[in-house]
C-alpha cells in the first residue's frame, strides 16, 4: 500500500502507512459488511444497505427518541424560525437556545452551571488540556474513551505529566500518587462514567475517596451513561447517589437525547474562565439550531417518559444477556444493565466471516477486534439495543445467534 509519488508529504503517508497492524485492519475492513457502510435508508430500527434491509442493532440511540414524533417537530420549527445554522463561531455571536438549554440542563441535573459543547469530543479537548498544564499531574484509566486520551496527550504538550493505569487498578493508581503527586501542584484523574466497550460502571465511590486522600479532582466522560443510567437517566453520579464538587461532569447529548452535542458541568463561578479560553468552546463552529430545539424536548420528553423507556430498555437488556449466555457464549464485561452487550466469537480472523453471517441474516451489527478493543479480548460481536426495538426484532437476532455456533463450526471445519 503506496502513494504513487515522491513528494514529502507522500513519503510521509508512505512512512506512516508501512504498519502491520494497519494493513491487517484495512484488509478486514474491507470484509466486514457491516462496518463502514453507507445506509440508504432509515425507518425505526430498519435500515437499507446495498439495497437490502436489516434490523439494525449497531445504532447507539437507547432511548430511541431520534423518531419521537415531538423531536422532528421541534427540530422542523427550529429550522423555520432560525435556518440550518447559526454561520459564526460563538466568539462572535450565539443562538440564545444555548442559554436556554445550558439553563435547563443545570436545573434537571441540580447544579450551579454547565456548557454546551458542538461534541464531547470538543468538550474533552476544550477542558482538559486548558486545566492540566506545567505543574499538573493528569492520570488516566487506559480504557478511558480515546478523545480524552487524545487530549490528555494535548495537555502533556502543554506541560502536564502523563500517567496511565489499568482499567479499576486501584493499587497501581495509588502507587502513582504516592510517587508522582507530592512533586505536581495540582492532580486530575480521568475516567469514563460507563465503559462502554464492556458496560462497566465507574466505581465512583472509590475514586472520590482516592481523590479525597491524595488532594486530587476528577474528569468524569459519561458520554454513553447520560439518559440511561441514574434517576430519569442523569447518569453515573446520580446512580451513586453523589454530587458534582470537586468534579469536571462532561455528557452527550447524542446517546440518550438522540440529539448532537455534549456539555460539562462546571464549579460557580468558572463560567468566564472557560468561556474565554477553551478554544473548543469560543472558536469551533455551534450546534445547529435544530439540535439545540430537540435537545430540550428531549428533557421534556425524558421527564414524562423517561422510566418508562428505561425499564423497556433494561428489560431487553435481561432478556438479551440471559438468553445469549444459555447458548454458550461468554459476554464481556459486568452485570450491569447496559445496552451494549459485547459477546465473545472468536479471533480475529473470524470477523469478515461473522459480519457476513449476520448481513446474511439480515442483522445490522457491528463485528469487532482489536485495536477497537485489546488484542486480550480476541473477537466481539457489540449488541446496540434500543428501547424501541419490538420483540419480534430481538427474536430475529436471537435465532441468529443460535445459528452462529453451527456458522462457525462448519467455517472450522472448512
Sequence with gaps: MKVQTHSSLHN??????????????????????????????????????????LINFNAINYLGLESHPEMIESAQQAIAKWGTLAGSARAAAEL?????????LADWLGV?????FTTVTLANHGIIPLLMRTGSLLLTDQEVHNSVQRSAIEAKGAGATLRNFKHDDFAQLERLLVEQRRLHDHCMIALDGVY?????????????????????????DDAHGFGVIGPQGRGIVAHHGSDYDNKIYVASLEKGLASLGG???????????????????????????????SSLTALD??????????QRLNGLIHRVKQEVTEMGFEIVGEDNPFPLVMVKIGGMSDIPRVSQYFFDQGIHILAVGFPVVPLSHGAMVRISLSAIHTD???????????????????????
Design 196 to 220: 462502554s466497550m464492556q458496560g462497566t460502571y465507574l466505581n465512583l465511590p472509590a475514586y472520590e475517596a482516592i481523590a479525597k486522600q491524595y488532594d486530587c479532582s476528577l474528569y468524569i
Design 263 to 293: 456539555f460539562a458541568v462546571i464549579p460557580a463561578g468558572s463560567r468566564d474562565y472557560f468561556k474565554y479560553n477553551s478554544y473548543t468552546y469560543t472558536f469551533a463552529g455551534q450546534l445547529p439550531p435544530p439540535y439545540l430545539a
Design 96 to 104: 440564545d437556545l444555548f442559554q436556554t438549554l445550558e439553563k435547563r
Design 392 to 414: 419480534q426484532q430481538v427474536d430475529q437476532l436471537m435465532d441468529a445467534f443460535r445459528g452462529l455456533s453451527a456458522h462457525m463450526k462448519q467455517g472450522q471445519a472448512a
Design 12 to 53: 510521509l503517508l508512505d512512512n506512516r502507512m508501512d504498519n502491520r497492524t494497519f494493513k491487517f485492519y484495512c484488509e478486514h475492513a474491507k470484509n466486514v459488511p457491516n462496518s463502514y457502510c453507507q445506509l440508504q435508508k432509515i425507518n425505526g430500527r430498519e435500515v437499507m444497505i446495498g439495497g437490502k434491509k
Design 112 to 116: 450551579d452551571d454547565v456548557m454546551v
Design 301 to 310: 420528553i425524558l421527564e414524562r417518559e423517561g422510566d418508562l423507556r428505561v
